[in-house]
Nanobody
Framework: QVQLVESGGGSVQAGGSLTLSCAASRYTIVNKCMGWFRQTPGKEREGVALIYTGILTTNYASSVKGRFTISQDNAKNTIYLQMNSLEPEDTAMYYC?????????????????WGQGTQVTVSS
């Protein structure tokens, strides 16, 4: 079945950087909506960044715009989330997700496949 495997999480101090990776298997990321979401205990999951890999359009949550960058590598079937200027408020479990449908790429859409998540902890 489809697998999304995240990696790259860890603990950093405020102001630091991390790059998350999401490798897909038994699934092509070409012409797909791929996204990063995050969740902390007791809070709803929130969308962080989206990329439609067909035409390379991106969308970001206002809280991360200008600090985070989502990108793709079709040859590696992998997407990335470069996170700079990290803040304690960015502490969360980060999940990669994708939609089967090639129509519509927005935070409120239904995402069919999810990874297991990678923890990011930012200390002040």
């Amino acid at each position: 079945q489809v697998q999304l495997v995240e990696s790259g999480g860890g603990s950093v101090q405020a102001g630091g950087s991390l790059t998350l990776s999401c490798a897909a298997s038994r699934y092509t990321i070409v012409n797909k909506c791929m996204g990063w979401f995050r969740q902390t205990p007791g809070k709803e999951r929130e969308g962080v960044a989206l990329i439609y890999t067909g035409i390379l359009t991106t969308n970001y949550a206002s809280s991360v715009k200008g600090r985070f960058t989502i990108s793709q590598d079709n040859a590696k079937n992998t997407i990335y989330l470069q996170m700079n200027s990290l803040e304690p408020e960015d502490t969360a479990m980060y999940y990669c997700a994708t939609r089967r449908s090639e129509l519509g790429c927005f935070f409120g859409a239904t995402f069919d496949y999810w990874g297991q998540g990678t923890q990011v902890t930012v200390s002040s």
